[in-house]
């Protein structure tokens, strides 16, 4: 176990340079005083690896040094092969580029692993889109990733509903989200994301920029996805429900909505119902969300719910009152 640390400690240094020793221990998920040991262990092993006291020190190899570390385990040979998304990178234009790294790993193995290797890549297909999802086309793609790769500023001409703008922005990130692509960018002081089937023109100004030290892709996306959800939430409705039928909220299908709803439950009251205060973009997406759930949830509130509501049941049962062998009043005597 110590051994795989050892290696893991060394591979960290090696990439992302000088690392504070509580930034190493957080990262191997133990102790400070682990690391410093370990550290010793390295340099007694012949490993060029110093530490510097101080607010800017810290753990770092001498500049220059390489390991030649080869071994891979048989999971980790089955997770190289399985890392990333290749039509992701054909999009990025780097499909040649990840095949032939994917060569190189396949020919530094030895020869049981690289035939357990090469048949992940035959047995697991990633199809990343959901069902019915028609990928946008993106045609700018190539053109934002090159000025993402080398910190270049773009003057993007943007579709909207209702107009194309234009903006200079500094390209962060791209994330791929259920098969659409969307830009990372700062225009101004601002972080935004664009979804890059609607950039319609994307010149670089023949500026750089420097890259925000500080940002995180991924924490960054999470938030501004979380933002989003929360910001389409535009209504809410009070409710009740039966207690029983609580965890159905979650066949309306939007998390954030879900969450939201979960948490505003109160406790059963005497008849085993319970008030929870339900959001949606809007009453009408919210009256089809809720119907699945029948008799067994009332709106309270608002009144202009409550009316469509009733209008949708009454017009329900006059559909299918010959069915059920019912006149339009009630049961035939």
């Keep these: 176990m110590r051994a795989s640390r050892l290696v893991q400690l060394l591979l960290v240094l090696q990439t992302r340079g000088r690392c504070t020793a509580a930034e190493l221990a957080e990262l191997l998920e133990v102790s400070v005083r682990t690391i410093y040991r370990d550290i010793e262990a390295l340099s007694a092993a012949g490993v060029p690896v110093y530490s510097e006291p101080g607010r ?25 092969l399985l890392a990333g998304l290749p039509s992701a990178a054909g999009d990025l234009g780097l499909g040649t580029v990840l095949a032939t790294a994917q060569l190189k790993v396949l020919a530094a193995l030895p020869p049981e692993l690289r035939g357990r290797a090469t048949r992940i890549a035959e047995r697991v297909h990633v199809d990343a889109p959901g069902w019915f999802h028609r990928p946008d086309q993106t045609p700018m793609l190539a053109a934002v990733a090159d000025a993402l790769w080398h910190d270049r500023r773009l003057h993007v001409r943007y579709g909207r509903k209702d107009k194309v703008v234009e903006r200079h922005l500094d390209p962060l990130g791209l994330v791929l989200k259920a098969g659409t692509w969307y830009l990372v960018a700062r225009g101004g002081s601002a972080v935004r994301s664009y979804r890059v089937g609607r950039i319609l023109a994307a010149e670089p100004t023949g500026e750089t920029f ?124």
Excluded: K
């Design 56 to 80: 800017a020190g810290g753990v770092q190899l001498v500049d220059g040094y390489r390991t030649r570390l080869t071994g891979l385990t048989t999971e980790e040979a089955d997770a190289v």
């Design 210 to 333: 420097v890259r925000p030290a500080e940002f995180d892709l991924q924490a960054h996306w999470v938030d501004a996805a979380d933002d989003f959800a929360r910001s389409m939430l535009r209504v809410r409705a009070r409710c009740r429900i039966a207690a029983t039928h609580l965890p159905l909220l979650r066949l309306m299908n939007e998390p954030a909505a879900v969450a939201e709803a979960l948490a505003s439950a109160g406790p059963p009251d005497a008849e085993g119902w319970v008030q929870v205060v339900l959001p949606s973009e809007s009453y009408e997406v919210l009256a089809h969300g809720i119907l699945p759930l029948g008799e067994f949830l009332e709106v309270l509130e608002p009144p202009e719910l409550r009316d469509q509501l009733a209008a949708t049941a009454a017009a329900m049962h006059a559909r299918y009152s010959d069915t059920l062998g019912l006149s339009r009043s009630g049961p035939v005597a």
